[in-house]
């Protein structure tokens, strides 16, 4: 365990050595924001609320959902670049397991991001946006473990990358899909419970709006109670799921390794 | 001219082949970009399932602006794309400067490098989306609508192409301008809404500084009664045609001032 402790403090040490990709993501963030703003004010134009939220809990939502957005990706591109240049051979032989060394490295970038970008974002929006308190005092401390949870479950999807690689060779594209299918299913744009019952229903079958949408809802009430707590357990589940299904394919997946080295 | 237009089309062939050794990776770059587009329209409906109109605009209008805005920048994307790497896989590694040792321009030879595939998604996408909203405008489509429409796709594409030639040829003095051009890119979202939504300091930016307006909500304004904006569309593509005066110019003017990072 120490050694992926080291691991992850020196990724928070890269992270604050670069700062461009730093202010372009912050700047993107600040952009985006006012996008959003500007768009769901003139949603709420003639009416008091839409899908039983008032404006002022759907902007608290898009805002939340926005910044937990940041969290739903992680290292897979990486991983899968390692796959493809071989350089994954090296690694493996390594004292360390690869997978736990790449999820502590993103796990250290994660950190960095909440505490330079992620909290003044959103002391940002606090100020500016006006974005609601929690809906109750039992809200909060919910919707920061569900948060914990779905930060942990994106983490660990994201290596499915560099599981297709060693099938696929188009990471960039690959990437693109995963973001794309993430941005919609995790609830990111908007809350899933606007969905048509359809789409809703088969959000409800995968784990992806465990990521964003769970979380954020529970901030702003719209699962409460009961409600709340079956879907923090139902993000456990998927949690232990995924981190289990990643390790086996991943096992399959690096026999090939010896096949390409021959 | 000639030789120019025959050398693209050695590329474009040299291209095309690459494309159809990776079948599997060419249909993931499509279907990449074609849900990244396709999700955006999913998202618009479904907030038109719980409203009527979006300050005063219905759902084809506001789905006629983003099918200017897709064709746009599928053109752009198609075509123009390695100006993404310049930084990246030319100027850092040492790679421009092969270029630059060619007798042809540097900048066809970078544009002329790469065919990007995945553009196809969004044009797809664009297409269908044109398809479904522009019966539903209240126009007749003749000839000379048709003609202005491709006039202001074309425009659409040449602002997306000069916006990032300027902010790429920055490459040339930092080595690689990448974040600024992503975070330059993502104001255009702004452009796929009426922009009478936004106040005055988004829309003075957009018109004025970034001109993304015209990709997408001005020229769609041409084909739409009562939005006020008419008489700035027409200015499409004068706008276009400026941009790309300007940013071809400061191109030159990074290139003359580039020094090598090899050794």
């Known amino acids: 365990m120490r050694k992926y402790w080291e691991m992850m403090k020196s990724q928070i040490k890269i992270d604050t050595t670069y700062s461009a990709w730093y202010w372009a993501g912050t700047v993107s963030m600040l952009l985006k924001m006012l996008l959003v703003y500007a768009f769901w004010h003139a949603v709420y134009e003639n009416r008091a609320s839409v899908n039983d939220m008032p404006l002022h809990a759907m902007i608290t939502y898009v805002v939340l959902a926005m910044l937990l957005n940041n969290y739903v990706a992680g290292v897979g591109v990486q991983l899968a670049g390692q796959v493809r240049d071989g350089s994954v051979a090296i690694e493996l032989m390594r004292p360390y397991n690869l997978l736990d060394k790449l999820v502590a490295l993103d796990l250290g970038t994660k950190i960095t991001g909440t505490i330079r970008e992620g909290l003044p974002l959103l002391l940002i929006a606090y100020l500016f946006i006006g974005i609601d308190a929690p809906a109750t005092w039992t809200a909060l401390p919910l919707s920061i473990a569900s948060a914990a949870m779905g930060v942990l479950i994106g983490t660990q999807l994201d290596l499915v990358l560099g599981v297709a690689a060693f099938w696929l060779h188009y990471i960039w594209g690959l990437h693109t899909l995963r973001s794309a299918f993430l941005l919609f299913f995790t609830g990111a744009l908007a809350p899933v419970s606007m969905f048509p019952d359809w789409l809703r229903t088969a959000s409800g079958f995968m784990p992806f709006q465990s990521m964003v949408y769970v979380p954020a809802a529970i901030y702003t009430g719209q699962l409460a109670g009961g409600d709340a707590l079956t879907a923090i357990l139902v993000q456990a589940g998927w949690l232990v799921f995924i981190y289990a299904a990643i390790r086996f394919s991943w096992k399959l997946a690096i026999r090939k390794v010896v096949i390409f080295g021959g | ?263």
């Open chain 2, 1 to 263: 001219m000639r030789r120019y237009v025959k050398l693209y089309w050695q590329f474009f062939k040299t291209r095309l082949k690459v494309m159809m050794e990776y079948r599997v990776d060419f249909l993931i770059g499509v279907a990449s970009v074609l849900l990244v587009q396709a999700t955006s329209v999913m998202f618009v409906r479904i907030v038109f399932d719980h409203i009527d109109v979006l300050h005063g605009w219905t759902f084809h209008q506001l789905l006629f602006i983003y099918a200017i805005a897709m064709l746009g920048r599928s053109i752009e994307h198609i075509f123009f794309d390695n100006l993404w790497v310049l930084g990246m896989e030319y100027i850092r590694p040492g790679n421009f400067d092969r270029l630059l040792i060619r007798p042809v321009n540097p900048l066809f030879h970078l544009i002329a490098d790469r065919v990007q595939q995945d553009g196809f998604g969004s044009l797809l996408v664009g297409l269908v989306v044109l398809f479904t909203s522009a019966p539903r405008l209240d126009i007749s489509w003749g000839a000379a609508e048709v003609m202005l429409l491709l006039l202001m796709i074309a425009s659409s594409a040449a602002i997306f192409l000069a916006v990032n030639l300027f902010f790429a040829a920055f490459s040339f003095w930092m080595v690689d301008s990448l974040p600024i051009m992503a975070t330059v890119q993502g104001t255009s979202d702004f452009a796929r809404y009426p922009m009478n939504i936004y106040g005055k300091g988004i829309r003075y930016v957009l018109t004025w500084l970034i001109p993304y307006g015209f990709t997408a909500y001005y020229p769609a304004t041409l084909f739409m009664e009562g939005s006020g904006d008419r008489s700035i569309a027409a200015w499409s593509p004068a706008v276009a045609a400026a941009s790309l005066t300007i940013a071809y110019l400061f191109w030159k003017r990074g290139l003359s001032s580039f020094s090598s990072t090899g050794n």
